[in-house]
Nanobody
Framework: VQLQAFGGGLAQAGGSLRLSCAAS????????MGWYRQSPGKQRELVAAITSGGVTNYADSAKGRFTISRDNAKNTVYLQMNSLKPEDTGVYYCYAGSQTAWNTPYVAYWGQGTVVTVSS
């Protein structure tokens, strides 16, 4: 299973970016998908997550500004980031809990990370 993330870049404070992450490979089923962020000097933290049924969960810092969504037919998860702040700067990693064969456990697979830089 491979996850490919796109959409990072440079934005000004108050601006927007949209991240996407597509999973490919031998996938039978995907459960949860989401995004983590690694900011300089900080531990990796959950930004947003979404279940296969569309139930979402956000970090307090992301609530009201970020929206996570997914396209199950495309095995793709998105993160729309609005009203960006300098503290949103970091490397964003996507993940997908994937099942590669029936009756086997779901395993978390990770994307390579995409860099988001927000200037003040």
């Amino acid at each position: 299973v491979q996850l490919q993330a796109f959409g990072g870049g440079l934005a000004q404070a108050g601006g927007s970016l949209r991240l996407s992450c597509a999973a490919s490979g031998s996938i039978v089923s995907i459960s949860g998908m989401g995004w983590y962020r690694q900011s300089p000097g900080k531990q990796r933290e959950l930004v947003a997550a979404i279940t296969s049924g569309g139930v979402t969960n956000y970090a307090d810092s992301a609530k009201g500004r970020f929206t996570i969504s997914r396209d199950n037919a495309k095995n793709t998860v998105y993160l729309q980031m609005n009203s960006l702040k300098p503290e949103d700067t970091g490397v964003y990693y996507c993940y997908a809990g994937s099942q590669t064969a029936w009756n086997t456990p779901y395993v978390a697979y990770w994307g390579q990370g995409t860099v988001v830089t927000v200037s003040s």
